[in-house]
Nanobody, 122 residues
């Protein structure tokens, strides 16, 4: 099992920066990828950035060049550095882990954090 706890959300002015953290605990040996998702009012939840177990990364077009996903050397915390924030970045941000709960599992199981609010003022 995997537990995720997000932190670092808050209120920031447009053009500013914010750094989100996702603390990962539990069985981390079978995590395939960790991603950041966000959901704005009235919109579907969307993938913002993802980092795989092999450290490859991918980003939504809307955040390319502005956001950076990374993880620490201990492999227990994932970060989302958000720069040049825009009002349209306002959303609840969720940390997601895709993990195989058994070594023989073919498809991963999704684990979610509780979410952290990011509000960007104009």
């Amino acid at each position: 099992q995997v537990q995720l706890v997000e932190s670092g959300g808050g209120l920031v002015q447009a053009g500013g920066s914010l750094r989100l953290s996702c603390a990962v605990s539990g069985n981390t040996f079978r995590i395939d990828a960790i991603g950041w998702y966000r959901q704005a009012p009235g919109k579907q939840r969307e993938l913002v950035a993802v980092i795989s177990s092999g450290d490859s990364t991918n980003y939504a077009d809307s955040v390319k060049g502005r956001f950076t996903i990374s993880r620490d050397n201990a492999k227990n915390t994932v970060y989302l550095q958000m720069n040049s924030l825009k009002s349209e970045d306002t959303a609840v941000y969720y940390c997601n882990a895709k993990a195989r709960v058994r070594a023989w599992a073919v498809r991963p199981t999704d684990f979610w954090g509780q979410g952290t609010q990011v509000t960007v003022s104009s």
